[in-house]
Nanobody, 120 residues
Framework: QVQLVESGGGLVQPGGSLRLSCAAS????????MRWYRQAPGKERELVAS???????NYADFVKGRFTISRDNAKNSAYLQMNSLKPEDTAVYFC??????????????WGQGTQVTVSS
């Protein structure tokens, strides 16, 4: 089994910053891609950013220039640095990963999410 745990969410004022972390643990051989999604109340879950094991990165247009995704392969972790936060960034942020576990199958795992609230 593989577990993903997000942390770092909270309440921040508009224009502020937060850094989210996603740590994967368990029977991991390798992690292909790690991604951050978010889901606001009443809205569908949307992709925020992704990063491959080789460091290829993609961002949604609505976070380009404000958010930065990174990862530490040795720690099986990914991070999302969020700057210039706006009220519309308020959502539950989820991490997912495509993992090759010790069964040698690729599987997708999700974290439980962390709440980010941007409000004055």
């Amino acid at each position: 089994q593989v577990q993903l745990v997000e942390s770092g969410g909270g309440l921040v004022q508009p224009g502020g910053s937060l850094r989210l972390s996603c740590a994967a643990s368990g029977n991991i051989l390798s992690i292909n891609v790690m991604r951050w999604y978010r889901q606001a109340p009443g809205k569908e879950r949307e992709l925020v950013a992704s990063i491959t094991s080789g460091g290829d990165i993609n961002y949604a247009d609505f976070v380009k220039g404000r958010f930065t995704i990174s990862r530490d392969n040795a720690k099986n972790s990914a991070y999302l640095q969020m700057n210039s936060l706006k009220p519309e960034d308020t959502a539950v942020y989820f991490c997912d990963a495509i993992v090759m576990d010790t069964s040698r199958y690729l599987r997708r795992y999700w974290g439980q999410g962390t709440q980010v609230t941007v409000s004055s």
